[in-house]
């Protein structure tokens, strides 16, 4: 039977995982139509966007605060389509600033809603497990030690596994990779990811450029992730400004620069779990608009950001925060890991029982049949 799912996704990262289920839906269900907020991933397996990506895909408080217009606006059109066209069910994931609104909206419509990659409310507001329950008539966790906080609170939530066991694929050697792009297999390559938002290019790109000027006398080789969602004139600014020789900048191979790699050194998000997942040693940085870490600081109540360092509730990848993320220490940190073989093949021992932790279960399926349950 045909059946119409509203979905919500607002990051390039959900774009991803969407994406993968909306794959195996098109299989079990091709009858079903999907549509709402996605990005082009997501489009590209039929997905119907009524909304422009690119405006969703902003972080921190006041960054949000700035875009509050555009996002009220997208509340009240959602509540209409929600009204008019009455979806069988609502699927949102992660994203929960506007997310939790719309669940709370379709329940109060009677629309059935599936949260996937539930907010991470252990790490603040930890009433708000409360509200998913309220607000969600099925639950998909993605991090192992999530289900201890849904059992203490008798919340029944499914673990669906983490999507990068099905959405991470290597297809070439690191030979191939290499030869592709002209790379020195004699040196040690350093790549750098500066993120897929604007906001994140302007705060880590001129330190990463940096950071690779201090280190070209090395004789390291150096790659840099271009995102497709940034404003190109934006990232080549940067770039000529540094006029840096021999860097390669690369676009839509993040997982096997993230596994080809020495070393890697990546902005906080999911692509640190990524990069934790393929194995290669890595530090974090994180730069942000200072009102809005100020904001952070006192809500968030852990002591890492890193997921790595989250699930193993240890400090396994250095963190380099606000004015801590500048090109002397991050400099410093890449010379020690990769003049320090010890130190570097204890990180990589501790990622493989990372990923070995994340198990193998397929996201996919799993929140297929979360969505199944609620409409069939």
Request: aromatic share 14%; with cysteine.
């Amino acid at each position: 039977m045909k059946k119409n799912i509203f979905w919500l996704v607002g990051e390039k990262s959900g774009d991803i995982h969407a994406s993968c289920v909306l794959e195996y839906c098109n299989v079990t269900h091709p009858d079903w139509y999907h549509f709402g907020v996605g990005g082009r991933l997501m489009e590209q397996q039929g997905f119907h966007s009524q909304f422009p990506f690119s405006r969703f895909n902003i972080m921190g408080f006041v960054e949000v605060i700035k875009h509050l217009r555009f996002f009220v606006g997208v509340e009240k059109k959602i509540e209409m389509i929600l009204l008019k066209q009455k979806p069988d069910a609502v699927v949102l994931v992660d994203y929960p600033g506007l997310n939790m609104r719309i669940a709370k909206m379709a329940k109060s419509f009677k629309i059935p809603v599936i949260y996937y990659i539930c907010p991470q409310f252990w790490a603040w507001k930890k009433h708000r497990i409360f509200q998913l329950r309220d607000y969600s008539d099925a639950i998909g966790y993605i991090l192992p030690f999530e289900g201890d906080y849904f059992a203490d609170s008798q919340i029944k939530a499914t673990y669906t596994g983490h999507p990068i066991s099905e959405e991470i694929s290597i297809t070439s050697t690191r030979e191939d990779f290499g030869k592709k792009y002209d790379l020195d297999p004699e040196c040690k390559w350093i790549a750098f990811f500066p993120g897929s938002r604007d906001n994140e290019i302007k705060k880590l790109l001129p330190v990463y450029l940096k950071t690779i000027k201090m280190l070209q006398p090395h004789g390291y080789q150096f790659l840099l992730s271009k995102a497709d969602t940034i404003t190109e004139s934006l990232f080549n600014k940067y770039l000529n400004s540094f006029n840096i020789s021999k860097l390669k900048v690369i676009e839509g191979r993040n997982y096997e620069m993230m596994k080809h790699a020495d070393f890697v050194c990546v902005k906080s998000g999911t692509t640190t779990l990524e990069t934790a997942w393929l194995g290669t040693p890595f530090i974090l940085c994180y730069k942000t608009n200072w009102l809005s870490f100020l904001i952070g600081r006192f809500f968030v109540k852990i002591k890492w950001i890193g997921l790595p360092n989250i699930i193993l509730n240890k400090s396994v990848i250095p963190e380099l925060i606000q004015q801590e993320a500048n090109a002397g220490n991050i400099s410093t940190k890449i010379n020690y890991y990769l003049n320090d073989k010890s130190s570097y093949d204890h990180m990589k021992k501790e990622l493989h029982y990372l990923h070995e932790l994340l198990g193998k279960k397929s996201a996919s399926r799993e929140v297929t049949k979360l969505i199944e349950q609620q409409v069939i």
